[in-house]
């Protein structure tokens, strides 16, 4: 935490050279593939926060579109035993306008939650049981949005293959935490720069429910890329919701403090 | 709080956003004008209960709350003022208006301010909200309680690894409203609103003090908090009003309340609990509400979820104590969620006393019609009213009520 981000930088920069070359080493698909995903983290490391706003489009299967937008705010925990924190206020549209979401991800206990509801000025600490639900009415499950922590998943490297431009690994990753809609999820993730590009998501039985896309990557920092575009399309329901995010911030002083349930009620 | 007063608060928050404006001017700041208007109508069908009463089977009103919010730099100060108005066609008294907020928040990295006039909400639990304290109830606007008038208020919260602490001064007391003589939901005599007494020789003028202390331990979420000043719940005196007409005047006592607030929160479980003890209106007392929501999630594969809740009440103060409704009572209720683009949502709920099996019930459901738009629902009729209960006053004041409101 008290690291200097350029130091982190360097430390985690060293770690990524050192594990790329200890990649070609890995003896079973499972080592590959927890390896694959421990680069994924290290690469993310020491990001401190961000800011970003974005825009939800939910589209039905007539194709009728409506739209949320968000503010969201992101804490990096450097302890690796827990996740990051998160803020998410609505600004669109106006009946929930205010309405604050504040998430402390773990990594196998269920995240700590609450909601701020404006009306009554109430902040309730509301149950994370509910992984596998939709998040707003959009395609998206909670489960989908929380910070990528490399222990919720087991981790099985199937293949390498191209995918659009780039060369990718092709991973499978189980959920290891409770309550998840998922029994297994396929994940491409690019060579070049450890980027989630593709997941297909497997329902409890075992069916493709959705698939997710990221584009638009941006890279923040000289290290920290982020996808300015997800598209979660539902196969079961032709339903989708598409993710545009407006330019991210890093290290901008969000603080500690501003992630707290007390300070949900006073945050605009 | 009368007009003059009112406006005095405006002039200056008119001068504060105008200095802060000009001192922030390098800053980013933006002016967010925001809000809703809403067309309610409330539908009476029974009969009223006492001469001069106005049937008002049909009751429309209208409400008007902008909101003007000024964001000052990266949002470590903020200034907001939210106006409040009613036009009810019947309920004279339920023609009023308000100022819901006009505050400036400050953050800092370990403490935050906020002076003004605010709405503090404290609490857990569903059924009824005992520790909730700072501010009064605008009993005309809502029958659950949940409508509050602003409060002058001065906060100041410290964060530390132990929790937030939160110190309250609270000059100027808001006077409890009550529905008009000839409206319904009135009570069993006409309150005399606007000649209430008070315990303390400053009247409405005593500043109230309230300290509370919250934090979280990984699944529970506790608060522990202390008030001293005007109780926010009147009792009421029988008088003889110059007309020899037999009414209430409220009485305001000087509390101190010592209370609790603790969630614990358990996979789909929430454990709630909210416990007050109380003095000041005659004899000491008790009182808690203690339950429980669980919630069944993606009902039949839908994104659908259904809460379960269930709470008990107990209430242990006597006749020289405000009048409560919830001193030996069960409450039970379910919450639909439809997880839907239109947030649909349905509250169902029942109080029943366990002894006279006197019962209210209460039905609430909402819908978003479009970006601006939003329609409102909620039914409340009351069963097995006896002579002398808690709701025979308005047991013929079974109601629904339908708004639509706009949001800009």
């Known amino acids: 935490m008290k690291t200097t981000p350029v130091l982190k930088t360097l430390v985690s920069t060293l770690v990524v050279i050192a594990f790329s070359s200890h990649l070609a080493n890995a003896a079973s698909p499972e080592e590959k593939g927890l390896e694959i995903a421990q680069q994924i983290d290290l690469r993310d490391q020491g990001f401190g926060d961000s800011r970003t706003k974005l825009e939800m489009h939910l589209t039905n299967r007539h194709g009728e579109t409506s739209i949320r937008k968000m503010r969201l705010a992101t804490l990096e925990n450097s302890d690796p035993t827990v996740g990051d924190k998160s803020l998410t206020v609505f600004i669109f549209p106006r009946d929930i306008k205010g309405t604050a979401f504040l998430s402390f991800t773990k990594i196998l206990d269920p995240d700590d939650q609450w909601l701020y509801l404006p009306a009554l000025k109430r902040v309730k600490r509301i149950s994370s049981a509910n992984k596998s639900g939709p998040f707003v009415g959009s395609e998206f499950a909670y489960e989908d949005l929380v910070s990528f922590e490399v222990g919720k998943y087991d981790y099985k490297w199937l293949r390498d293959e191209a995918c659009g431009e780039l060369q990718c690994f092709v991973v499978e990753r189980f959920p290891k935490y409770e309550n998840s809609g998922y029994t297994r999820q396929t994940v491409w993730i690019d060579k070049a720069e450890y980027r989630i590009q593709k997941v297909d998501f497997y329902d409890r039985k075992d069916s493709l429910l959705k698939t997710l896309v990221q584009s638009n990557y941006e890279q923040y920092l000289a290290q920290y890329w982020r996808p300015l575009k997800m598209v979660m399309v539902n196969h079961q329901t032709g339903k989708s919701t598409e993710l545009v995010f407006s330019s991210y911030e890093f290290q901008v002083g969000v603080k500690d403090n501003d992630f707290t349930p007390n300070r949900l009620k006073l945050i605009r | ?408």
């Not at chain 2, 005593?206 to 202390?226: E, K, N, P, Y």
């Open chain 2, 1 to 408: 709080m009368v007009l003059s007063n009112h406006l005095h608060h405006i002039q200056r928050f008119v001068l504060a956003l105008a200095i802060t404006g000009v001192v922030a001017a390098p800053a980013a700041a933006e002016l967010e004008i925001g809000g809703s208007s809403a067309l309610e109508i409330r539908v009476f069908p029974n009969k009223t209960s006492y001469a001069g009463q106005r049937r008002a089977t049909l009751s429309p009103s209208i409400v008007l709350e902008p909101e003007f919010i000024y964001v000052i730099g990266q949002g470590d100060d903020t200034l907001t003022l939210t106006p409040f108005m009613r036009l009810d066609s019947h309920d004279e008294r339920r023609s009023h208006y308000d100022i819901r907020e006009m505050t400036w928040v400050h953050l800092a990295d370990n403490w935050d301010t906020t002076i003004g006039i605010g709405k503090i909400f404290w609490g857990v639990t569903e059924s009824r909200h005992l520790v909730d304290i700072i501010n009064q109830t605008d009993t005309v606007e809502g029958a659950d309680g949940e409508d509050k008038l602003g409060q002058p208020l001065f906060n100041l919260n410290i964060i530390t690894d132990w929790g937030t602490v939160g110190g309250y001064v609270l000059p100027g007391f808001r006077e409890r409203t009550f529905a008009d003589d000839d409206a319904r939901l009135r009570g069993p005599k006409p309150i005399q609103a606007d000649d209430a007494t008070y315990d303390s020789s400053a009247g409405n003028k005593h500043v109230d003090l309230a300290l509370r202390w919250s934090h979280t331990f990984g699944d529970v979420d506790i608060g522990l908090s202390q008030f001293y000043g005007t109780s926010r719940e009147p009792g009421m005196k029988s008088v003889t009003r110059f007309d020899g007409v037999a009414v209430f005047q409220p009485h305001y006592d000087i509390i101190n309340q010592s209370a609790l607030e603790l969630q614990l929160t358990s996979g789909p479980w929430l454990w709630k609990l909210e416990s007050i003890v109380r003095r000041g209106h005659g004899k000491d007392f008790m009182a808690s509400v203690a339950g429980f929501e669980y919630t069944f999630y993606q009902i039949a594969e839908s994104p659908m979820d259904i809460g379960v809740l269930a709470e008990y009440l107990y209430d242990g103060r006597d006749s020289s104590a405000p009048v409560t409704l919830a001193d030996d009572d069960i409450f039970m209720g379910a919450r639909l969620v439809f997880n839907d683009v239109e947030d649909s949502s349905i509250l169902a709920g029942v109080v029943v006393d366990k002894n006279s099996r006197e019962t209210s019930m209460s039905f609430e459901a909402e819908r978003r019609l479009s970006d601006q738009l939003k329609i409102q629902a909620e039914l409340r009729w009351f069963a097995r009213v006896p002579d002398n209960g808690s709701f025979s006053g308005i047991k013929n004041d079974d109601f629904l009520m339908i708004r639509l409101a706009r949001f800009f």
